[in-house]
């Protein structure tokens, strides 16, 4: 096991009718903003709880947070802040509305000259407004860390940050909220977790014990449930397994003392920066790309993820396993109903051009030993055509 | 799963030579007591590693702290801190050290007439000195978490409390620093860690996958490094992996959502406060006890723990999986080096009297569903005669 020091400091409020218990979280006197996505949590009666449970507060609102955040609708929300005093915000969303917020709430504190440097150029956050979370979707994990990926819509740059600043308070978790979710949305949510949990399990051994056996647990659960909930949508266990399993996916504690890869993401963001694809679906294209071309590098733990996760361990040989387990994840995608080929979103040779391209112009080497440069990422995109 | 609400707040600094780090934690001119049990420290360098860092501070010590610490060697704790205007304590020990260190930050600022009430009648903490830890012994994760077990020498009362008060600011996890234990508090360790698990695992389903997951991954963790560590003392790994689970089978993670036990718990303090047996053995003595005696309620669970934990799943009857695993337990407290009954320890059916009438005198009604009364736990002593 690695070295490593760590603290997660986010209240989780789990369970049904929870949200009425956000008032006993923020300070009394707090001046408060909400901020939400589009209009999903009017219809859910989501909003309706909220408002209720923030009568006795001062508050606003900010609506309108698009999927994939943009830098400049957060800007909107920072200005919001500033005429009305706000000092508290309650995100009431699924990633994209969380991670805007963390944005939102550092931006509103941001002393240099342009917040936008947050991201480019990973400038500290010596401040930030706190803030709550009403969580409606399952997914990003967001909602349990202090970071946020934030696109500038002008630029496509599509670019993430982290600061101890922006952890939520609070976060409330009632999975009956996501009975109502599109199935697209639980699919995506369950490809987004699964993911996030990979990249810190699927890179090399270091006898790391409690955190491959958990990264094994939130995978096993994501395999056994997802599935379950696109048949039965209105079932409180599965969707509370679901919950708390993405939840667990993107912490920080599988991740302490092991080696962690992120490559997926890294070249799955450009693809939705680029082309606009869901988050989960460049994913879904992406993570069996990486598998196979870093399988040599990757095989001792491909092999335990095979075995451990979908039980592969019989009589084949070790490359038998790899590509086995690497099927396994691609047939869990297709069973999930989120494509894994480019040509499955109307992409070929051009974005495998322009994703390699814009990897070289940053200078990324990305994964777990930082070899993975434009040229791998065009043999990782090209077996995804 | 059922609805919780939990936060733990608690910084891990965890690998080698992180001792030296604490002086980045502790808020520069604090007043520092250091807080310690009997010599070992000075022996094993700990206590030299950890003067060395606080070079820039102001600080004292208080050492002597037992097993099972006392509200009395407590008390003269509380009464060095009022003379020497301390404000930050740090604790460097393993869980006696830790636990008294918790009565101690708590009973130091407390306003009522006997801090004892905090113990007798659950008084409200309603404010404690910041303290941080340096484990030594990985055992009873108390070094993530809020809880303390403290023992009044004059009344044989070994009574427990909890607050958010009185959670470590970080705790400074060293797996080097075990090599140089006996064996013996080694092998208590794990046995408590154990119990740990189980007491908040083995009770019956409520569909939570993670949290079961996860308490698997624990208990399979100290079943396969247990033993290792006996045969081999100086592998980090294998320290490692111990000294992580042991956090995480008392940091309250797994036990969110679900419901909890702690019978083992409750009797086997009796037996230490009575007869000075150390804990471990006093839970090595009553969990299977336990686990026979509710071996009907608890028989979903039983089977679910010998399935995942131990392997047993092949042809067997319900009843005959049960048993199995109530054996395995045995049989792996006994590879522990752990005896498992009263007479392995000179105790008899005084033992047996004497524990079930302090049960009946208290009115305690214990375990997951409140129905073990001192008759029941008569019965479960009398099969550990």
Tied chains: 1, 2.
Excluded at 219 to 237: C, F, H, M, R, S
Aim: charged share 20%; hydrophobic share 40%.
């Amino acid at each position: 096991m690695e070295n490593f020091s760590f603290v997660n400091p986010v209240k989780i409020i789990f369970g049904k009718d929870t949200i009425q218990s956000l008032s006993k979280e923020i300070p009394a006197g707090s001046k408060v903003l909400i901020t939400y996505g589009g209009g999903s949590i009017k219809r859910n009666g989501v909003y309706d709880q909220v408002v209720k449970a923030l009568a006795d507060f001062e508050w606003n609102e900010f609506s309108g947070i698009e999927a994939n955040p943009h830098y400049e609708t957060c800007m909107k929300a920072v200005q919001l802040i500033k005429e009305k005093n706000i000092n508290y915000v309650l995100a009431v969303g699924g990633g994209s509305v969380i991670d805007a917020t963390k944005f939102i709430v550092a931006a509103a504190c941001f002393d240099g000259d342009d917040p936008w440097d947050i991201l480019s150029k990973q400038a500290t956050i010596k401040d930030a407004l706190p803030f709550g979370t009403v969580l409606t979707i399952s997914a990003t994990g967001s909602e349990m860390n202090g970071g946020a990926v934030i696109t500038k819509a002008e630029t496509h740059d599509k670019l993430s940050f982290g600061s101890s600043k922006t952890y939520p308070k609070f976060s409330i978790l009632d999975p009956e909220v996501t009975y109502s979710l599109p199935m697209k949305q639980v699919s995506n949510g369950v490809v987004d977790a699964f993911v996030h949990v990979v990249e810190q399990y699927v890179t090399y051994p270091v006898n790391a014990m409690i955190q491959d056996k958990f990264a094994e647990a939130i995978l096993v659960t994501l395999i056994t449930e997802g599935p379950k909930a696109l048949e039965t949508p209105e079932n409180y266990d599965i969707r509370a397994n679901l919950m708390w399993a993405s939840t667990w996916a993107l912490n920080g504690w599988i991740g302490c003392g092991v080696p962690e890869d992120w490559a997926t993401h890294g070249i799955g963001h450009e693809l939705t920066a680029l082309y606009g694809l869901d988050h989960a679906q460049t994913l879904a294209i992406v993570l069996p790309g990486v598998l196979t071309v870093l399988k040599e590098q990757k095989a001792e733990k491909i092999i335990q993820f095979g075995e451990m996760v979908f039980g592969i361990y019989n009589n084949m040989s070790k490359e038998e396993r790899i590509n086995e387990t690497i099927n396994a994840v691609v047939n869990f995608f297709e069973e999930m109903q989120v494509k894994t080929r480019l040509s499955d979103y109307g992409l070929g040779q051009e974005a495998v051009n322009a994703v390699s391209n814009r990897i070289k112009e940053r200078g990324w080497k990305l994964g777990e030993k930082e070899n993975i440069t434009a040229d791998t990422v065009r043999q990782i995109l090209t077996l995804r055509l």
